[in-house]
């Protein structure tokens, strides 16, 4: 079946830093997605990408879906302490939704 | 909110139990997701509705059922717990092929 890999699995940063994770597949997508997860909480949409190649904003995060369609990356800039969680990349094709194991993020003091 | 609840949001349960969660929406949403959620495993989808009374498995669908008898309201059955089932149970919903909503969980404990 349709698998994505996630990566790093987990990030230890310093607050201020900027943080990249990314998925990769192969299978194409038509619709690539990232969600954040706070403790005790279902996950959270942050950003939703369309088109191979989009690039999208939202305050610190950015989002781009890979030209092949197979890939997507997350980047948040200037991390403060309330970024602290899991995210989760997911691919969307025809059908459902296909999540990866997410990239747990830790912020030290 | 997004209008989605799940309930209850804890339950300890004893092996060979059933045990029924249950996901309401106010959304009028069509489509309706269980996942769980396991340490090195991410999400997993156990079973989906597309409709009522239109349900489908997932990857993880073996030991569960479902049923969703009015658009508001999608139930997760164990028929008969087992301590591998024991996990954090997430309802989502979406409309048509948009990105999902999820409730906050049901946390599972099969002693």
């Known amino acids: 079946g349709q698998q994505l890999n996630q990566s790093p699995q987990s990030m230890f940063i310093q607050e201020g830093e900027d943080v990249s994770m990314n998925c990769t597949s192969s299978s194409i997508f038509n619709t690539w997605l990232w969600y954040k997860q706070d403790p005790g909480e279902g996950p959270v949409l942050l950003i939703a990408?369309?088109?191979?190649?989009e690039l999208t904003s939202n305050g610190r995060l950015t989002a781009q879906f890979g030209i092949t369609r197979k890939d997507s990356f997350l980047n948040i800039s200037a991390s403060i302490p309330s970024d602290v969680g899991i995210y989760f990349c997911a691919g969307q094709g025809d059908d459902k939704i296909i999540f990866g194991k997410g990239t747990r993020l830790h912020i030290l003091p | 909110d997004a209008g989605i609840t799940q309930s209850p949001r804890h339950k300890v349960t004893e092996t060979g139990t059933p045990v029924t969660l249950r996901c309401h929406q106010t959304e009028n949403h069509r489509y309706m997701y269980w996942y769980r959620q396991d340490p090195g495993h991410g999400l997993r989808l156990i079973h989906y509705s597309y409709g009522v009374k239109d349900t489908d498995k997932g990857e993880v669908s073996d030991g569960y059922s479902v049923s969703r008898s009015k658009t508001e309201d999608f139930l997760l059955t164990l028929e008969s717990a087992t301590s591998s089932q024991t996990s954090v149970y997430f309802c989502?919903?979406?409309?048509?092929?948009?990105?999902?909503?999820f409730g906050s969980g049901t946390r599972l404990t099969v002693v």
């Open positions: 989502a919903i979406s409309a048509e092929n948009y990105g999902y909503t």
């Open positions: 990408l369309y088109k191979a190649g």
